[in-house]
């Protein structure tokens, strides 16, 4: 579904699909706000070309929060606990320079992206949760400078028992930065090609060889911003992430609102913030998040709809979407080279729902990278460390559900024929002997698909809120008819 920031996406520039061959120092392969902000200060210094299977930033980078912060949640503690207090310092560092850098980006081209400076607050409504927030706080303190401070009474109308407030933090209109990072680009001479798939990459020569579409680009670097990487191996990702899907609504409430923007503590996680529309400001709420392919949350938007009109009964839901995110196993996102042997190749993903910060910490990382400059951050994000590697869970579950494809898809057909699937749902059914998965349109249509995954053959699960096709394993997801609409995968069913 189409976010409330895409909704002006024809009054923005198209960019022409790749139709030639073309050699570049770096090619960076994704067009979101990672993908744009990594060109952004590549383009400055040296010839850089984005190429993206859609329009750009239409993955994540479309329907993300859009808050500018350095509070991700409560993590500090987590961070100090795992890591150390020196790794947490600079873990926070890291995005208080993110966030100047956006403004500074913002200010330097003149941006008009509904900037707004706001404070930040993560709170929780149960006193039994009051102590860990206080502790929370008491940790930042440790490693800042007055960044944090405890506070009673927020501004949301529910009654909290706590929250930390960051200052200084900001939000955004997401599709509109990214459209004033598109245009600095173009200015300094980059290239952008939208719906241009990569579908192959290879080494030749020290050089890479990127194929999209019916062309090739040769380059000396190659960036894989793709949120979820494309390519297994090496690297292995998919071993030491899943993707992780949040609803998101935007509500006219009919009220004056808050300032400020807020997660909560609790599960499910819930975060709020207000955004501009033209004179009116209208309030964008996210959470009930699932890991994509199970049946943990189906009903994310209802319920969401219910969380606001407890808040403001007048309430009218006036956009409905939802956003993948990749989430690391240690929480901390991987930004940088993306493997010991593949020497000139980067990568920026599991940035764990903090993503438009991320993006400029993983720009900055990647393009001193490439122009040979020290970045102090780069052992922090470091995509290379080994530690979160054995990521039992992921392959245990990876595992069963291939064997359960291979072997149970094969042997322990479901009964169920097609007249079982209802109008407007989707379900794996047997045809034939062979599973197949079946899509029921509003208006009677039947859709057949192979029911799985082309990424690393996981069966598929439908998701009858979204009306997509969803992996248990890595999270890809495909539209109804089958075509791959988020990676790991990259083809269609
Ligand atoms: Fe990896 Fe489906 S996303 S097998």
């Known amino acids: 579904m189409e976010s409330f920031w895409e909704k002006d996406r024809k009054n923005y520039q198209k960019f022409e699909p790749i139709k030639n061959n073309i050699n570049t120092s770096i090619c960076i392969i994704g067009g979101g706000l990672t993908g744009l902000s990594t060109a952004y200060y590549l383009s400055k210094e040296t010839d850089v070309v984005i190429v993206e299977k859609d329009r750009i930033c239409s993955g994540t980078s479309s329907k993300t929060t859009g808050k500018v912060t350095s509070q991700h949640g409560i993590f500090y503690n987590y961070l100090v606990e795992s890591k150390g207090k020196e790794f947490a310092k600079k873990y926070l560092e890291a995005n208080e320079r993110a966030i100047a850098n956006i403004e500074k980006i913002i200010k330097e081209n003149q941006i008009e992206c509904d900037y707004e400076k706001e404070d930040s607050y993560v709170f929780t409504c149960q006193e039994t949760m009051v102590d860990q927030i206080k502790s929370e706080q008491a940790c930042i303190e440790k490693i800042s400078d007055g960044k944090s401070e405890f506070v009673k009474q927020i501004d949301l109308p529910i009654e909290t028992k706590g929250?930390?407030?960051?200052?200084?933090?900001?939000?955004?209109?997401?599709?509109?930065?990214?459209?004033?990072?598109?245009?600095?680009?173009?200015?300094?001479?980059g290239k952008i090609f939208e719906n241009s798939r990569v579908t192959d990459i290879k080494k030749k020569n020290n050089k890479y060889?990127?194929?999209?579409?019916?062309?090739?680009i040769v380059a000396d670097y190659v960036v894989i911003a793709t949120r979820y990487p494309i390519i297994n191996i090496p690297g292995y990702y998919f071993l030491k992430m899943y993707q992780s899907t949040s609803y998101a609504i935007l509500a006219d409430v009919k009220k004056d609102l808050f300032d400020g923007c807020y997660i909560n503590l609790e599960t499910p996680n819930l975060s709020f913030r207000t955004v501009k529309d033209g004179d009116k400001k209208l309030l964008l709420a996210v959470g009930f998040d699932y890991k994509t392919g199970t049946d943990e949350v189906r009903n994310g938007y209802q319920r969401l709809e219910t969380v606001v009109r407890k808040m403001y009964p007048d309430a009218e839901t006036l956009y409905k979407w939802s956003a993948e995110d990749c989430i690391s196993l240690d929480k901390i996102p991987y930004m940088g080279e993306m493997s010991l042997i593949r020497k000139n190749m980067y990568i920026a993903t599991g940035f764990n729902k903090w993503g438009v910060t991320s993006s400029n910490v993983a720009a900055n990382i990647i393009a001193d990278g490439i122009l040979g400059k020290e970045n102090e951050y780069k052992e922090i994000f470091k995509a290379t460390r080994l530690e979160p590697m054995k990521n039992r869970e992921e392959v245990v579950n990876m595992l069963n559900e291939v064997n359960k494809s291979l072997i149970a898809g094969r042997f322990k057909i479901p009964k169920n024929e097609l007249d079982d699937v209802k109008i407007g749902e989707g379900k794996i059914v047997k045809i034939d002997n062979h599973k197949i998965g079946?899509?029921?349109?509003?208006?009677?249509?039947?859709?057949?698909?192979?029911?799985?995954?082309?990424?690393?053959g996981c069966e598929l699960s439908f998701n009858n809120i979204d009306k997509v096709w969803e992996c248990p394993c890595h999270g890809s997801k495909f539209t109804y008819d089958g075509k791959s609409i988020e990676v790991p995968s990259n083809k269609n069913l």
Do not use: M, R, W
Request: hydrophobic share 35%; net charge positive.
């Open 438 to 456: 079946v899509y029921k349109s509003e208006t009677g249509e039947i859709y057949k698909i192979n029911p799985y995954c082309t990424h690393l």
């Open 209 to 216: 060889v990127v194929f999209a579409n019916d062309s090739k």
């Open 163 to 189: 929250a930390i407030k960051f200052k200084n933090q900001a939000q955004i209109n997401p599709l509109k930065y990214a459209y004033g990072l598109a245009d600095a680009i173009i200015k300094k001479n």
